[in-house]
Structures are given as structure tokens and as C-alpha cells.
T-cell receptor
Framework: GAVVSQHPSWVICKSGTSVKIECRSL??????MFWYRQFPKQSLMLMAT?????????EQGVEKDKFLINHASLTLSTLTVTSAHPEDSSFYIC?????????????FGPGTRLTVL | SQQGEEDPQALSIQEGENATMNCSYK?????LQWYRQNSGRGLVHLIL?????REKHSGRLRVTLDTSKKSSSLLITASRAADTASYFC????????????FGTGTRLKVLA
């Protein structure tokens, strides 16, 4: 149980285009999801907290107009990187908290590697 | 930055040896978790230790927590080549937001 998927697993796009990444909880409902980015050989940095039915909460330094987050249902959150530039190339990972029971553990997706040319 | 720190940053050992990684953090926590990440892949949850626990075991893994020193250690005994990965600690603060603060990670290489 507690499986989280991400789509696509990798994407290459041209500078200036927008890219949407999906995060789905496959077998549980997730009122809260998180989005992280990870540069090569570095740790995960939290970008934003996504709550179903409400606006995302962004961490300091993360541009909310550039990284659009939508959490329209209890099993789906999307991250759209708008007007992507090469410096946005990174590994983006989402995680989900279960709605009930213990909320101690986040379940992570497999990640999406974004390369902006 | 609230990011925790781990040491060593990189560790190379022979198969069969034990590997110890340390994690330090900055805030009061509810729990601390250890994750493994194979190169370019997602995170695998290893173990959770709560703030009122001092030690926890899971198979070849042993985790300790010292809240007075704001530190934790992960010991992998009898390491295998398949243990080669990056290991991260993540803390959940007492603020109630359920946000994780990840450590900087330790890259472990186990030589066959």
C-alpha cells in the first residue's frame, strides 16, 4: 500500500515552454502533498506544501508564479514549471501524507527528471 | 537554512563492514526518519524514530536518537554492495506542519 506515482518520469523541453508534472496517490487519499527539488548530489529541498482544495504554501525563495501547484483532488497534485529555463533543470519529487491514521510518514514518488535545453 | 547536516558526506567501505552515518538537526522534533535513495531514483523509507525513543532496530539497521544533542545515527551492519546509495535523514518538527527537513545526505559506496 501507500504507493505514489509521478508522470512523466523524465521530460526534456525547450527553454520558454511550460511543463506539467503529475503526482498521484494510487491507493490512498492524500489531503496533503509536498513538492521537492533535488540538484545532482544534493539533498531534497522542499518547494511547497499542496493542500487539497486550497492554495499551496510555498517555501521562502520559491516563486509561486513560476511553479504552479494545483491539488484538485484527494489523489492528484500537479506542478507546472512555467517558462522553464535551463536553471530549472532538476529532479522533482513529490510526496503524500495519508489523510487518516498516522501522519508521521510521507510516501514519496519516484521523481521526475526535467531537462530544459 | 534549516537543513540538517549529515556526516560523513561520503563513505566508502568493504562489503561485510559496518557503516555509520550521523545526522544533526536544529529544531525540536516529533520524529526523525531515515531514507535511502539509489542514484536518480525516488526515496525508500527505512526507519522512523520518535522523539521519545532512543534506539530502534530494523533488520541490519540500527538507529539512535539523542534529542539533547539534536543528533541521530544510522548503523548498517554487515554491509552489502546493494546498500550502495545515498542516505538522508529527515526531521519533522513540533510545529504541526508535517514538513520534512532533510539532511545533506551521506553517499555510501560498498565495495564488493
Amino acid at each position: 500500500g501507500a504507493v505514489v506515482s509521478q508522470h512523466p518520469s523524465w521530460v526534456i523541453c525547450k527553454s520558454g515552454t511550460s511543463v506539467k508534472i503529475e503526482c498521484r496517490s494510487l491507493d490512498f487519499q492524500a489531503t496533503t502533498m509536498f513538492w521537492y527539488r533535488q540538484f545532482p548530489k544534493q539533498s531534497l529541498m522542499l518547494m511547497a506544501t499542496s493542500n487539497e482544495g486550497s492554495k499551496a504554501t510555498y517555501e521562502q525563495g520559491v516563486e509561486k508564479d513560476k511553479f504552479l501547484i494545483n491539488h484538485a483532488s484527494l489523489t492528484l497534485s500537479t506542478l507546472t514549471v512555467t517558462s522553464a529555463h535551463p536553471e530549472d533543470s532538476s529532479f522533482y519529487i513529490c510526496s503524500a501524507l495519508t489523510s487518516g491514521g498516522s501522519r508521521d510518514t510521507q510516501y514519496f514518488g519516484p521523481g521526475t527528471r526535467l531537462t530544459v535545453l | 537554512s534549516q537543513q540538517g547536516e549529515e556526516d560523513p558526506q561520503a563513505l566508502s567501505i568493504q562489503e561485510g563492514e559496518n557503516a555509520t552515518m550521523n545526522c544533526s538537526y536544529k529544531t525540536s522534533i516529533n520524529n526523525l526518519q531515515w531514507y535511502r535513495q539509489n542514484s536518480g531514483r525516488g526515496l525508500v523509507h527505512l526507519i522512523l524514530i520518535r522523539s521519545n525513543e532512543r534506539e530502534k532496530h530494523s533488520g541490519r539497521l540500527r538507529v539512535t536518537l539523542d534529542t539533547s544533542k539534536k543528533s541521530s545515527s544510522l548503523l548498517i551492519t554487515a554491509s552489502r554492495a546493494a546498500d550502495t546509495a545515498s542516505y538522508f535523514c529527515a526531521t519533522v518538527s513540533t510545529s504541526g506542519t508535517y514538513k520534512y527537513i532533510f539532511g545533506t545526505g551521506t553517499r555510501l559506496k560498498v565495495l564488493a
